[in-house]
């Protein structure tokens, strides 16, 4: 059984470019969450997401960062216009339901240069 | 609290010892609770979880020890083996959802053969 899939592994953007990270769930699982981990540091919350409707959207900065999760097709996180401070390791989550344990995928690390 | 990112605290056992890695919680609200680890390029991996009406819940090889007390949160790994060489995190719903969770700053665990 595939668990979360995540592309891509590293992504590198010069400044003032776009970022588009790409989440596909555990099978059968309909809830997909994304956390941000700076070096060294726990994941924090950004965003919890179902098919094509955000949940909570409490711990995503105000500006730039936007998250979908389509019917079809993986969810997305996108940055716009990145600087130097959103090099981090991104990780999608997933779950069958709001409750159960969170699955992590294995994250995407950007590096803005 | 907020982690200041710096050095993690680390834990170093001989292969077949038991290890003990402990957590202080910070929301006396929270009432579940989360063991990851987390090895090296890779995503957080669930190990076991806890909710705050037992103290005590038992996995293969682990053990989590809750104490609402002090608001302590330990991971008892029994006959450690080099595999289990990672960085462990707790993690708490202290936002009061599932999955919305407030990581701990984590513990190198390193296992000498």
């Known amino acids: 059984n595939a668990g979360v899939m995540q592309n891509p592994r590293h992504l590198v953007r010069r400044r003032g470019q776009e970022a588009r990270l790409r989440c596909s769930p555990v099978k059968g699982h309909s809830h997909v969450y994304w956390y941000r981990q700076l070096p060294e540091e726990g994941l924090k919350f950004m965003v919890y997401?179902?098919?094509?409707?955000?949940?909570?959207e409490s711990g995503m900065p105000k500006e730039r960062f936007s998250a979908e999760f389509p019917k079809e097709g993986p969810s997305i996180l996108r940055i716009q216009q990145v600087v130097r401070g959103d090099s981090a390791a991104y990780f999608c989550a997933s779950s069958p339901d709001g409750n159960s344990p969170l699955h992590f995928g294995n994250g995407t690390r950007l590096t803005v240069t | 609290g907020e982690s200041v990112g710096l050095h993690l605290p680390t834990l170093s056992v001989q292969e077949g010892d038991n290890s003990i890695i402990n957590c202080a919680y910070s929301?006396?609200?929270?009432?579940?609770f989360i063991w990851y680890k987390q090895e090296s390029g890779k995503g957080p991996q669930f190990i076991i979880d806890?909710?705050?009406?037992?103290d005590k819940r038992q996995g293969q090889r682990v053990t989590v020890l809750l104490n609402k007390t002090v608001k302590h949160l330990s991971l008892q790994i029994a006959a450690t083996q080099p595999g289990d060489s990672a960085v462990y995190f707790c993690?708490?719903?202290?936002?009061?959802?599932?999955?919305?969770?407030?990581f701990g700053k984590g513990t190198l665990l390193t296992v000498n053969p």
């Open positions: 929301n006396s609200a929270s009432d579940y």
């Open positions: 997401l179902q098919k094509e409707n955000i949940i909570d």
């Open positions: 806890i909710r705050s009406n037992m």
């Open positions: 993690a708490e719903n202290s936002g009061g959802s599932n999955y919305k969770l407030t």
